[in-house]
């Protein structure tokens, strides 16, 4: 595992961002793994940056997302297709039909998990996976439990995760309790995962992440099994 601290949010997005662009620019055909969340809108801000000097082509590039809220309609502004579009897919010249969110609207979530771990698997996987972590030490949406899940499935959202989440929203109440998420296989058949955290707050489940025992009660912490892993920090 590579462990950098970066001195700020800024200096952290533009490592981030750095180290995406590399993979594309090894592979204009690169499949990206991407992620939702404040941590990184500073890094696609970046991407955006590149892209619009000429310096990042995503023409040929596939995205597929992380997680999504059951039930948010894509249009809804407090969906992740939503902040996907916002933050990043809207400002750079990928085709909007190469970019793949889990469909939360799915009437069976569990076959909308399989469809997406088979289609993840029909582009060979991601070369690259790109983390947030939630104060719990949630990666995606996989909450602590007692096993980790394979699959892309459903999940109901624990009530600090809907906490922290409600700044997004006019109220708690609007926070929808449950979504899908990429499982352990999605996330770790990549070829190489991203992992940024910003803020004092998340100090304590990053270093636990990083330097704890290996537990489904703290999900990041099976990262230490990969074999590439880069986190960057900074608090
Ligand atoms: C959400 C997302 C996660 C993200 C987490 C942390 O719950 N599903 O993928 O990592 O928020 O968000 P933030 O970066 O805003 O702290």
């Keep these: 595992m590579k462990v950098i601290k970066a001195a700020n949010y800024d200096e952290l997005s533009r490592k981030a961002a750095q180290i995406i662009a590399s993979v594309v620019w090894n592979n204009p055909r690169s499949v990206l793994g991407l992620a939702t969340g404040s941590t990184p809108i500073g890094t696609y801000k970046e991407l955006v940056r590149m892209n619009k000097e000429g310096d990042l082509d995503f023409s040929q ?35 909007k039909n190469n970019t793949h969110v889990p469909n939360g609207l799915a009437a069976d979530l569990a076959a909308e998990g ?27 949406f996989n909450e602590p439990d007692d096993v ?4 892309t499935h459903e999940v109901k959202l624990d009530a600090m995760t809907i906490k922290a989440n409600a ?69």
């Excluded at 249009?75 to 297709?81: H, K, L, P, T, V």
């Excluded at 991601?126 to 983390?131: K, M």
């Design 167 to 235: 700044r997004f929203f006019a109220s708690e109440e609007q926070v929808p309790r449950r979504a899908i998420t990429m499982g352990m296989w999605a996330i770790m058949q990549s070829k190489k995962i991203l992992l940024i955290a910003s803020g004092d707050d998340k100090r304590d489940i990053v270093e636990r992440s990083i330097n704890g025992p290996v537990t489904p009660k703290v999900p990041a912490s099976i990262l230490q099994c990969h074999r590439d892993v880069t986190v960057i920090y900074t608090y």
């Design 61 to 95: 590039v596939t995205t597929v997302n992380l997680d999504e809220y059951a039930g948010l309609d894509p249009a809804n502004d407090q969906s992740y297709r939503y902040f996907m579009n916002d933050n990043l897919f809207n400002h750079i010249n990928i085709d």
């Design 148 to 151: 980790f899940y394979k699959a």
């Design 114 to 140: 399989a469809r997406y771990d088979a289609f993840i698997d029909s582009l060979g996987g991601t070369d690259i996976q790109l983390l947030g972590i939630g104060h719990d030490g949630h990666i995606g």
